[in-house]
């Protein structure tokens, strides 16, 4: 529900192809105009009015030539299915950069997050006609759920000079082609599904019925691996987003989920990617009952942790998020966490260390901190409650305090906040500073880079 954009990444290779130059989400709104959100659980939100760039349907006056448009879909669930009359779209890029070859297309079809890079070509159009564009996905994810009629936005042809028709290049990034598949790769397989065991809610999404904190993916910088998700929902898409890495799609296929709700069996033969699907991504939709199959390049020299999750953002939020952690597979055991070592590949060089930090103004009591070793993030009281876990070592003595975790209301009242789980124990080597790693791993600390500086152009 925040905010949202886009930037562009240019280079010379996309200038030479000579293209035209020059964010759709759904809200609802209250009586009062303000938007709304319920304040109740939910596993999806779909919105009554579909927002292009923060306003609700409006128009675009629109020259007689062509143009390009980058498209991102920035709703919280909705699929959409873009449709301009008789118009056509020419595709020419995915969220990773150019498609191989152009695409042409009546309907664009895009799941939440996804981005396309699209040409539309209006000069062909008459002065003053106005073209609509509109949604025709259904408002739910139910497989055989009716067609919409939606509208959008307008776009309005204005008094111009007529260019000539405009189309791309056939052929556009010829390297942006498929990954090979390799009998020897890493394969590994992700289980999505809604759970009704969340204490709060009775329901959740999980990836193998495991959570952000348990970590069990770990490849290696400079390779490849098969993964593939499966959709055990018989009424929820997942659109899969995997952070730092690029993959291509190689085949979808149906299943039936069996008796006990956690096991399935594959149908039929799985089938090739569609016009959708080509290109290089880092995003893809895994629709109710079916499996679909990726392969995933890992960077080279880049180590650490990095999330992956579904892009509904009820279900990422939801605790349909985990993470993996790239290897850089370097090990000289000098004692020293040299570059390109990490806790995992090199444990005798780059050690673990506790992830708490005292003075986060978070009471991480899952990680042994408490009112005693940490009183600035811990409330507590001497002969009373203390906020926490573990031994209360005042001034070198015990004292005599009952540690309660989370559970006591002055734990989380009074702006104080705290967490009851564990947390992943800090990495030396990962890049990432956390805990108290200026101490134990300076590294991680100091190749912090810099705060980016940015400029906004009118």
Not at 199 to 213: A, V
Not at 414 to 422: D, E, L, V, W
Request: contains cysteine.
């Amino acid at each position: 529900m925040g905010l949202v954009g886009l930037y562009f990444v240019r280079d010379a290779f996309e200038t030479q192809l000579e293209l035209p130059s020059g964010n759709y989400e759904d809200r609802q709104f209250s009586r009062d105009g303000r938007l709304f959100y319920p304040d109740r659980w939910v596993g999806s939100f779909t919105g009554d009015f579909i927002l292009v760039n923060g306003k609700v349907t409006p128009y675009l006056r629109v020259e007689r030539q062509a143009y390009r448009f980058r498209i991102l879909n920035g709703c919280n669930s909705r699929m959409l299915e873009l449709e301009m009359g008789k118009g056509r779209f020419w595709v020419i890029g995915t969220e990773r950069g150019f498609r191989p070859m152009r695409w042409r297309t009546r309907r664009l079809r895009l799941m939440p997050a996804e981005r396309a890079d699209v040409i539309v070509d209006f000069s062909m159009r008459k002065v003053a006609e106005k073209i609509r564009l509109s949604n025709r996905f259904p408002r739910t994810h139910m497989p055989g759920s009716q067609a919409i009629d939606e509208n959008v936005m307008e776009f309005h042809v204005i008094e111009s000079p007529q260019s000539f028709p405009s189309r791309p290049p056939l052929l556009l990034d010829v390297s942006m082609q498929p990954f090979p598949e390799h009998p020897d790769m890493v394969k590994r397989t992700f289980i999505m599904q809604e759970v009704m065991e969340d204490k709060c809610t009775s329901r959740t999404f999980l990836i193998n019925e495991l959570q952000w904190d348990d970590l069990s993916e770990f490849p290696i910088t400079g390779t490849r691996e098969e993964w593939t998700f499966v959709n055990l929902d018989g009424n929820h898409i997942h659109p899969m987003h995997v952070h730092l890495v690029e993959f291509s799609i190689h085949r979808r296929q149906l299943l039936r989920v069996l008796d006990d709700g956690r096991s399935y069996e594959l149908l039929g033969e799985p089938t090739n990617p569609t016009n959708e699907d080509r290109g290089l991504k880092e995003m893809v939709v895994i629709f109710p009952h079916e499996a679909v199959t990726v392969i995933v390049d890992f960077p080279e020299n880049t180590g650490g942790r990095f999330a992956y999750h579904c892009h509904v953002l009820e279900h990422e939020d939801h605790d349909m998020m985990r993470q993996f952690h790239l290897q850089q597979p370097n090990c000289n055991n000098n004692s020293i966490c040299d570059s390109g070592e990490d806790c995992y590949s090199c444990p005798h060089d780059c050690r673990q260390s506790s992830p708490r930090r005292c003075g986060n103004g978070l009471c991480e009591a899952g990680d042994g901190e408490n009112c005693a070793n940490c009183p600035s993030d811990c409330p507590g009281f001497p002969g009373g409650v203390c906020c926490g876990f573990g031994p209360t070592i005042i001034l070198g003595y015990e004292a005599e305090m009952t540690t309660v975790g989370c559970s006591h209301p002055i734990c989380t009242s009074s702006g104080a906040y705290c967490r009851q789980m564990s947390q992943l124990p800090a990495c030396c080597g990962d890049t990432l500073c956390t805990g108290e790693e200026e101490i134990t791993c300076p590294k991680d600390c100091a190749d912090i880079p810099p705060e980016p500086v940015w400029t906004i152009f009118p």
